[in-house]
């Protein structure tokens, strides 16, 4: 039971471009959405966030658009870099434990962005 | 700070044989949390602790796995026996949770990638 879904595993985006990475969730508890990047033989590295309360994001050529209807959330990058080339995973959690705890992050199986010149 | 370290980063190993792999965590953060990937998975949580207490397991597939957090620098995932399906990239990474702020953002190693023959 998959309740964060890239159903995108590639996307190849011409430098200069618009990347735009999608997701889907399933869980209407969520309310907090991260964005990680992964290059080759290196660990994921969080890349950008977005709460529930809001809709938009943005950091320098990186924003996240969340529709809390829709239960998807989207990631664009403007413009596309060569070095952005790497696997995006979206991830998603509940808000922390009245108590203060934590809810741990769901990951999508993530979606391997090619940016070519 | 180094960040998160992980030991070994390649294992080959033949089935049946006992793995160790190691993590030495950012210091000072107070989660630890060991993943899973895999192409058909993605990034799949096996368990995580809070200050060195396993607090949800329920992602570790099977009895032959098991966890440790002896103390605040140092875990743990242990595969007895391993099996060829067993083979992935396990990640270690951890976090610190601050009140009032959003405690999603996790610090991943740089993996440790396991082959069971």
């Known amino acids: 039971d998959q309740q964060v879904k890239q159903n995108s595993p590639s996307l190849s985006v011409q430098e200069g471009r618009i990347s735009i990475l999608n997701c889907d969730y399933t869980n209407s508890m969520f309310d907090y959405f991260l964005w990680y990047k992964k290059y080759p033989a290196e660990g994921p590295t969080f890349l950008i966030s977005i709460s529930s309360i809001k809709d938009k994001n943005e950091d320098g050529r990186f924003t996240v658009f969340l529709n809390k209807s829709a239960k998807h959330l989207s990631l664009h990058i403007v413009p596309s870099q060569p070095g952005d080339s790497a696997v995006y995973f979206c991830?998603?959690?509940?808000?922390?434990?009245?108590?203060?705890?934590?809810?741990?992050?769901?990951f999508g199986a993530g979606t391997r962005l090619a940016v070519h010149p | 700070d180094a960040g998160v370290i992980q030991s070994p980063r390649h294992e080959v190993t033949e089935m049946g044989q006992e793995v160790t792999l190691r993590c030495k965590p950012i210091s000072g953060h107070d989660y630890l949390f060991w993943y899973r990937q895999t192409m058909m998975r993605g990034l799949e949580l096996l368990i995580y602790f809070n200050n060195n207490v396993p607090i949800d397991d329920s992602g570790m597939p099977e009895d032959r796995f098991s966890a440790k957090m002896p103390n605040a620098s140092f875990s743990t995932l242990k595969i007895q026996p391993s099996e060829p399906r067993d083979s992935a990239v396990y990640f270690c990474a951890s976090s610190l949770f601050l009140l009032g702020q959003a405690p999603y953002e996790q610090y991943f190693g740089p993996g440790t990638r396991l082959t069971v023959t």
């Open positions: 991830a998603a959690s509940g808000s922390a434990t009245i108590s203060g705890g934590y809810n741990k992050l769901i």
